[in-house]
Each structure stands twice: as C-alpha cells, then as structure tokens.
C-alpha cells in the first residue's frame, strides 16, 4: 500500500497525482554528469600514470551516480494531489511531510507559465486559500493547466454534491 493511499478518508478518491517537472532536475544531472566524466577521465589518466589510483577513482563514481539517485527518488516523492475533497502536497524520502487544503476552503488558483514552460509542459500553480497559510505555491509543475483545470472540476462538483 502507497503512502499517499493511506492518507485518503472514507469515500475519499485521488483524482489526479501532478510531480514536479523533469526540468528541475536538469542542474543535478548536469553536475553529476560533469563530475563523473571529469572522473573517469581523470581514472583513465591514472591508468597510464599510476595504476593503485585508477580504481580509487573508478570507486569514486559511486558519489555522483548516489547523488542523482537521491535526487531522482526525492523528485518522485513529492507529489501535488487532487482528490475529490482536498488538496494535498506530500513531499520526504523518509520523513513525510503532508500539507492538506480542503476544496471548499480554495479561494482562487493562479498559474503561471513562462514560454519555455509553455514548451515543455512545466508551470508555477499559486492556491490561494481561506487556511491560515494563505497561499501554497507549486512551483515547476508538470501539465499546470491539467492540474488547474481538475481542481476547478473538482470544487465545482463538490459544491453541486452539497
């Protein structure tokens, strides 16, 4: 069972799961990208000079390619979810964090989409609530219309359902 499953109330149903775009992932895949090559070069260099220091190098590959991982596993685990009655962001690898607005508290939803986000699929969504935070901000989101759009087709159907 998904973490996200557990936190549903009776007659409670997800709707919609929005993640971050791949796009805020590109400064770390570049940097480690770039560290590992720098890496391996400097291992192949080793071979030809010094021959104990060239698998000191080849193990020093693990920090990059662990750091990617990391941050692809945090990447996946921070999700913007519509159900039927609430909001919810989850965000944590192992301390979970979950921030919840009910619809009928959502005052107004702002998205912003620059023209390289209209490009490639990515936006900024700003709730404005009643809650005593105020406003939540996602920022980079995939398919922010979608998003935008679901919550407001969700709101509208729970106030019907009253």
Not at 106 to 125: H, K, P, T, Y
Not at 138 to 160: H, S, T, V, Y
Request: with cysteine; net charge neutral; glycine share 8%.
């Amino acid at each position: 069972m998904r973490y996200l499953d557990k936190l549903l109330a009776r007659d409670e149903r997800v709707v919609r799961v929005a993640y971050d775009h791949w796009i805020t992932l590109l400064p770390a895949i570049l940097i480690d990208v770039a560290l590992g090559v720098v890496i391996i070069g400097l291992s192949v260099l080793g071979i030809v000079l010094s021959p104990p220091w060239t698998w000191f190098g080849f193990l020093l590959l693990i920090v990059p390619v662990g750091h990617l991982i990391l941050r692809l596993w945090a990447w996946r685990n921070r999700e913007y979810v519509v159900t039927n009655r609430r909001l919810m962001q989850v965000t944590g690898l192992f301390d979970k964090r979950v921030s919840c607005t009910a619809l009928e508290k959502i005052n107004d939803v702002l998205m912003e989409q620059s023209a390289l986000g209209r490009m490639l699929g990515f936006g900024n969504v700003e709730i404005i609530s009643g809650s005593e935070s105020g406003i939540d901000l996602f920022r980079r989101i995939a398919d922010p219309i979608g998003f935008k759009n679901e919550l407001f087709d969700q709101k509208e159907a729970l106030a019907n359902s009253d």
